[in-house]
């Protein structure tokens, strides 16, 4: 099914000898947008127990009696919808990053987002949650600080002895913070006991059971901003590939460009962490699976690989939780397991 | 020389234990042909339970990083733990015996280079709890004691047992790990190792029973399809305030279905006795027996 789609999308893009761009856009929401769609409707109605749509929305048994009906609104629903934010947010920020760092291993986690959010996460989980944390949960309301820190603390690097922002610093500070962040992040769990390591493991391998809405309700917010960002963001991406000076000289404001590629792809990869956990590959491999597809173009790219992220991870998320059930999967296990030879395929494939 | 206090045990076992055990003695003692260790290094925290238990408290010289039990083991060298063990350290106490676990396997091999004696221990059923006790009694010279000890966990648990008996066995969630203040990243205990049998003991029926493996993680689909009708969680620290701990039992409100929720059967126990496999470990059932079956109790 997913490939079908993307296929089709392709052949959209590359057929037909450059189309408008509102075509290719049209054709991309279709294709990408559908597919999202289906495998946001399919994917709650599938795992390791079986339930009936029937009583799911029989209203004559009340919600809390109603086992069916809870397992798809408390447990299925929001794992699906969780998905879909966190796969749709990793897979364009990754898009932003590789272009703001002219760099196609780019990803996410790259500038120590992750980092800073695992080490808050970690902190919490060894030396508990503060007395602020009754009305927030602690755990996500501490990894999103901690990745806003290390962003914060990049972001300063990168500008502090530069008018303009530095992208080769940028990097350089950032693996670098990376690297530090991880260190801090094993003398904390060195500190751990066993339950506590244990729990810090599995925080690290990622996981969409948020049992609620509520985890959802509060990262949405600093999502939908950071999507706003990306939709400014396409155009003045195109010509930035092509180099800073050459950008500038078409008209691009290249610092605000940068900024604002910047501080979205953060706020993006900050939101769906702290919702999440670090679940890895999506970034770097959607991105560059979507431009083997439909070509380079920014405008296709973002929305394209938006939409196709979400999906693989839903996809993904359904597979974890069911193959071995009642045992679970990590899915982060699952995103390498099924996308790396999948993109391998298709890299051989076009080449 | 005994710093912990011995439970209290009939004179008939005694004697039984005594006599049953005389072979024993006088074999191993014939065998090893040497006294038992007075300098003993201990990197298990179960074992170092089970060690003061039975009376070998004053010959224990080190312990691991994670030992909290009992407060006299708290005030000996620290030695690291599982996976750093300070081998350093540990040859710096010149030790006359190393017991660690049985996965430590370069920690074994370069202290029997060394020429320190060692014996590897692994944790599993209850069983293996009261096997090693009286192994651990044999090894260090208090096999008496030892075989005491492991009697008194026997009868202890015989007593919990015929206390619940008859009685309806709840379907029971047993959780040990999860996210605070959230159900994420919940792992339950499965069908096999000690907590399995301590909830069967206590007379419950584990909701992963049929789960070959000692601990499952739970998604919030899977808690609500085996429908629990008593949750206990379980800390290992001591931690948590009374209102800390009101919060975490409010978090179960997420799954109104739970008939533990709806009879308010969520429990919350802390210690480290209910997570050690040692000597604790009757005291540790009778406590989730207590709390699965309040009215067995009232006397």
Known sequence: MILNHNTKASQGASTEAQPPIRWRLTVTWLSFGSLMILTLLIAPLIGPTSITLSSVIDRSLPFVENVDAQIFFIARLPRALTGALVGASLAAAGVVFQALLR?????????????????????????????????IPALPLASFLGSLMAAGVVYALATLRHRDLSTMVLLLAGVTINSFFSSVIMFVQYLNDFTQTFQTVRWLMGNLDVSGYQPILAALPFTLIAFIG????????????????????????????????????????????????????????????????????????????????????????????????????????????????????????RQ | MTRVKPKSSSMRSYRCASLALLFVI?????????????????????????LFAIGAG????????????????????????LVDPAVETILSLQPDLV??????????????????????????????????????GVQTGHAIRAEQV????????????????????????????????????????????????????????????????????????????????????????NTLKPTDIRRELAVWNLLPSLPAVQAGRVYFLQGTDLVVPGPRIAMATERLARALHPDAFKQ
């Open chain 2, 26 to 50: 006088s074999s191993t003692t014939v065998t090893s042909q040497s006294s038992p260790p007075q300098r003993i290094i201990s990197l298990i925290p179960a074992v170092t339970e089970i």
């Open chain 2, 99 to 136: 017991i660690a676990y049985e996965t430590q396997f370069t920690l074994l091999k370069q202290l029997t280079n060394a020429g320190i004696n060692v014996s590897s221990y692994t944790h599993g059923t209850l069983d293996h709890i009261l096997a090693g006790i009286r192994s651990l």
């Open chain 2, 150 to 237: 492991a009697r008194q966990i026997e009868s202890d648990l015989q007593g919990i047992r015929a206390r619940v008996a008859g009685r309806n066995r709840p379907r029971t969630l047993f959780v040990f790990a999860k996210e605070p203040l959230s159900i994420r990243n919940l792992f339950a205990n499965g069908g096999k190792g000690f907590h399995n049998e301590m909830l069967e003991i206590a007379g419950s029926k584990n909701v992963f029973a049929d789960t070959p493996r000692p601990s499952v993680q739970a998604s919030t689909e899977t808690i609500l399809a085996r429908a629990p009708e008593v949750i206990i969680e379980v800390r290992a620290g």
């Open chain 1, 230 to 349: 990306f939709a400014w963001l396409p155009k003045s991406l195109n010509l930035l590939s092509l180099g800073v000076d050459s950008a500038a000289s078409r008209g691009v404001d290249v610092l605000r460009t940068q900024r604002l590629a910047f501080l979205t792809a953060s706020l993006a990869t900050a939101a769906a962490v702290s919702l999440s956990g670090p679940i890895g590959f999506i970034g770097i491999v959607i991105p560059h699976l979507v431009r083997l597809l439909v070509g380079a173009d920014h405008r296709i790219v973002m929305p394209a690989s938006a939409c196709l992220g979400a999906s693989f991870l839903v996809a993904c998320d359904v597979v974890a939780r069911t193959v071995m059930s009642p045992l679970e999967l990590p899915v982060g296990i699952i995103t390498a397991l099924i996308g790396g030879p999948f993109f391998l395929w298709i890299l051989v494939r």
């Open chain 2, 58 to 81: 004053s010959q224990v010289i080190g312990v691991s990083n994670y030992d909290v039990y009992p407060p006299a083991a708290t005030q000996l060298p620290r030695v690291g733990g």
């Open chain 1, 103 to 135: 760099n196609p291993l780019a990803t996410p986690y790259t500038l120590g987002i992750s980092a800073g959010s695992s080490l808050g996460a970690m902190l919490v989980i060894t030396f508990g949650a503060p007395v602020l944390a009754s009305v």
